[in-house]
């Protein structure tokens, strides 16, 4: 594996959701991210998954500096900008940059194309304003298939895959080495997903970029991913190459996951077994003692109540936080 681009250690995000107590004398917080920890190296497109509330987006929104961290450390090309702010962490941001999930909302429907793509290069002083910076937003259009025209018209007159392919070239605007993916096409139709996906792997190609590929659709981050972190309440709780989390998963979670995942075939699809997790996620402001997924897993025995699972290498490149495999 070359050289890690990203790394984060012990990673804990924690929010402030209000005051319990006869009087509220205690401080409510709710541990969205606990004790994560990955490395992620160039060119490499890291996949976190999970279900909604796991602590996926926080993560990826705690790297790019957006929520303030509890503890843990995050180092970017070899330095540690956990603490970073002001203009330091402008400069560091030029080349971390976001896909948000919603390319509808993600867009100001008062500017046209040209003024959405160049806004980055404008803030970071590339250029003095949108008419200067043209020559560069008709290089990320054709970058990204639209084009050149397209940078007259506002975002209403463009299809949810062409809003995302706009939000692709904005992010590509300062030469990034990491992108964040925030679910980047599970607001699109099937259809589109795949040539947004598609377009991804070509630019990572080209430009020699570096993912972390957000998502809960585990087919499209098998298709995308080189290796597979998958979280639950806000613990990571296993990490493997692609192909090693489909054919042989550990976490009970992660065989949950992946038996909900439908085939295409209908005869195969009718007679197979799904794995269904019973229960509800576990309160994050009062978690359970113990590994989090013990209240729901059917493999549970005494110490996972008593215990966290450390994460610990089960295979040659496979780590899991399970006592029982």
């Not at 497109?45 to 995050?74: D, M, Q």
């Not at 794995?275 to 005494?302: N, S, W």
């Not at 610990?312 to 496979?318: F, I, L, M, R, S």
């Amino acid at each position: 594996m070359s050289e890690a681009l990203l790394e984060v250690q012990g990673l804990t995000v924690k929010y402030d959701v209000g005051r319990e107590g006869f009087w509220g004398q205690h401080q409510t917080r709710l541990t969205a991210v606990d004790d994560v920890s990955f490395s992620i190296a160039r060119g490499e497109t890291f996949g976190l998954v999970g279900e909604s509330g796991s602590g996926k987006t926080t993560t990826g929104r705690a790297i790019l500096g957006k929520v303030p961290i509890a503890s843990g450390r995050v180092i970017f090309a070899g330095r540690d900008i956990t603490e970073v702010e002001g203009r330091e962490r402008r400069a560091i941001r030029r080349n971390m940059q976001l896909i948000p999930q919603n390319p509808y909302g993600s867009l100001n429907p008062r500017m046209k194309v040209r003024e959405i793509i160049s806004e980055p290069l404008v803030v970071h002083r590339r250029f003095k304003n949108a008419k200067g910076a043209t020559e560069r937003v008709v290089e990320l259009l054709e970058l990204t298939g639209m084009n050149p025209d397209d940078m007259h018209k506002y975002p209403h007159a463009f299809s949810g895959g062409q809003r995302q392919r706009i939000v692709i070239a904005r992010a590509l605007a300062l030469n990034p080495d990491l992108i964040i993916a925030d679910e980047p096409v599970s607001a699109l139709d099937v259809s589109i997903q795949a040539q947004v996906v598609n377009l991804l792997q070509d630019l990572q190609q080209r430009l020699r970029l570096t993912y972390i590929f957000i998502a809960h659709d585990l087919a499209v981050v098998r298709h995308i991913s080189h290796r597979i972190g998958i979280m639950y309440a806000g613990k990571l709780v296993e990490v493997a190459k692609g192909e090693s989390v489909y054919r042989s998963p550990i976490h009970p979670y992660t065989e949950a996951l992946l038996s909900s995942v439908p085939i295409p075939d209908p005869r195969i699809e009718r007679g197979r077994a799904v794995q269904v997790i019973a229960g509800e996620p576990p309160d994050l402001i009062h978690p359970p003692m113990g590994c989090r997924f013990h209240t729901r897993c059917p493999l549970a025995e005494p110490r996972c109540r008593e215990a966290a699972p450390p994460m610990e290498a089960k295979a040659p490149g496979h780590e899991a936080a399970c006592w029982v495999r």
